[in-house]
């Protein structure tokens, strides 16, 4: 049973989580060979002042300023 976590910023859709689980869950039975109903996702919503990439926090760094704004910064 594939479990899959999925730590995206704060602001997806339902329809986006909801494209990307099916997505995902395809891609999971057709390489590892899972049954649909085996494959459990949870996504897990962050903020960009718990983030950091490069040492930099999302929230402060101004080349995803508009990821930040756009995803709940």
Do not use: C, W, Y
């Amino acid at each position: 049973m594939p479990n899959i976590t999925v730590e995206l910023l704060k602001g997806r859709t339902v329809e986006q989580r909801r494209a990307f689980a099916e997505a995902v869950t395809e891609s999971a039975v057709e390489i590892l060979g899972a049954r649909r109903q085996d494959v459990r996702m949870v996504f897990q919503e962050i903020t960009p002042d718990v983030v950091a990439n490069g040492g930099v926090l999302a929230s402060e760094d101004a080349s995803r300023a508009e990821v930040v704004a756009k995803h709940g910064g």
